[in-house]
């Protein structure tokens, strides 16, 4: 019954800055992992960001210290905001659930970041 709706997408200028939403229809975070991830075309879908339900995050390395996820619990809503922004950065993205225990896995429709002069 959960769903995920991406939104923020866009087009860019190098150096540029977005922030994507992931809104959740109900609340999922205290079972869930959140994630974003991301697909480029002819590559792989790819992990961007995680944030686990005690706080703690992570990131790949193509992304760290420019990416951070974070989540608005009140709004049911995950964040990613993306900083100097690259043109390897222009991917398909998607927010995804996870909930092992749960046996629930839910993905959004995706959103697309082109990062483009």
């Known amino acids: 019954q959960v769903q995920l709706v991406e939104s923020g997408g866009g087009l860019v200028q190098p150096g540029g800055s977005l922030r994507l939403s992931c809104a959740a229809s109900?609340?999922?975070?205290?079972?869930?992992?959140m994630g974003w991830y991301r697909q480029a075309p002819g590559k792989q879908r790819e992990l961007v960001a995680t944030l686990t339900t005690g706080g703690s995050t992570n990131y790949a390395d193509s992304v760290k210290g420019r990416f951070t996820i974070s989540r608005d619990n009140a709004k049911n809503t995950v964040y990613l905001q993306m900083n100097s922004l690259r043109p390897e950065d222009t991917a398909v993205y998607y927010c995804?659930?996870?909930?092992?225990?749960?046996?629930?896995?839910?993905w959004g429709q995706g959103t697309l970041v082109t990062v483009s002069s």
């Open positions: 995804n659930a996870n909930s092992k225990s749960y046996g629930l896995e839910v």
């Open positions: 109900r609340t999922i975070f205290s079972i869930s992992v």
